[in-house]
């Protein structure tokens, strides 16, 4: 069953932002990233809630390319 993200909503669920996406990443790999704080989030309780225009903004930074091995 596709989850459907109301595009409305300010705030975003573990489940919206896998959606949003589009499978890019795994749960797993998303969850990793949010208890590394790599992604802009907030926790209620056990809530998850990420903030959409956050959650958008670091998605499309640009990240600085790795810096070239030697000896590879």
Known sequence: MATQINTERT???VE???ALLGGAV???TLY???R???????RIG???LIPR????QWL????PAPEPQEGR
């Open 60 to 63: 499309c930074a640009e990240q």
């Open 26 to 28: 795994g749960r797993s």
């Open 46 to 48: 056990k809530k998850i």
């Open 16 to 18: 919206d932002a896998l």
């Open 36 to 42: 590394a704080g790599v992604i802009p989030h907030r």
């Open 53 to 56: 225009a956050r959650f958008i």
């Open 11 to 13: 705030v975003l669920t």
């Open 32 to 34: 990793k990233n949010l």
